[in-house]
């Protein structure tokens, strides 16, 4: 059966675009948002998603609710959810948690859904926002996961990973290693080539080492802005995910960091229509304007000698 109603917790960046899709294919997508901040109330209203007056009327009237907040919120939304079920007396309902989470958290979310009968659906996104109908990935694992497929009659693509909840929080965890990863290591290092006047030759010496790798992150770095705290929350995850299966992560304890400094700069303003605002170049220079990775700085001999651009 098509999904008629579909409930979004929340209306952040991906939510915008999520509740664009689904609007455009005459979907009707609820939210509940008074607790939430202004910028997540005017998106709901600018995409035409109907904010409903309490969790319990999402529960009562979605065919399927979506779970996309930042990943430390993500147990939250399922123990509401999961209470106003139970209040309620609706069974049956599917949740997808789609959000950056470890796959302990997954476990742990499927554990607080069950007693309300909720089925539930642990799942992943693997591309931007903005790509949600245009090459950007639903990833679904769990006993129920194969319902979610259902979205691809509006234009998003699903893949079922498997019938265990966990798998998809796991491969995302993976995945979002490498593009955290890469982002953080470009950061650190164009930093430095702009402390050191050597930005533009470095940018034209990567393109030439590695065609399209930067353009490849480009649009994540410029996303660094607004969304470098819920990033650094993803390597958190990481880290944690091998630490709980009795390994050491290395890289992400330390792109945690160079992302949690970026989030300290608070540059960033979440714009109320979902979009990115600001290029690389412009991005790069307002990162090294407020100081990141500066603070600390030692002035050794070897970068005295060489001339700060500006
Ligand atoms: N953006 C992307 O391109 C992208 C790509 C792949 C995957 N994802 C995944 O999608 C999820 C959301 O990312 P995003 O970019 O949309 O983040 P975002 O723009 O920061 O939006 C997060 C949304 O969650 C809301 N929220 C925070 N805490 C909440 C709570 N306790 N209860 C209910 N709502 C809460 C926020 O509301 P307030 O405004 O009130 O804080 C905001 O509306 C993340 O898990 C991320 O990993 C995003």
Redesign the pocket.
Known sequence: MAFQRIGI????????HWAKILTSRGIEVLTY?K???E??RK?AENVGVKCVPSTATLIKDADLIVS???????K??AT?VAKAAAKSGRRNLLYLD????SPMTADEIGKILQPSGINFVDG???????KMDKG?VVYVSGPQAARIQELESYGFSVRVLGSTVAQASAF?VVY?GLTKGLQGLFVELLMGARRFGLLDEILKRYEESFPGLLDKVTSSIV?LR??AA??AE?MDELKRTFGHHGMKAFMAPAVQKVLQSIAELDVGK?SDTGAREGDLLETLELFFKKGLLQQEQKQSSSTEQIHAAG
Do not use: F
């Open positions: 917790l929340s209306i952040g960046e991906m939510g915008y948002a607790d939430r901040s910028t997540t998106r996309i907040v930042v990943p430390s919120a993500a939250r939304v509401k789609a959000n950056a989470i992943c996104i693997i591309g931007s926002a903005t950007a995302k979002a996303g607004i969304h819920r990033r993803e979440a």
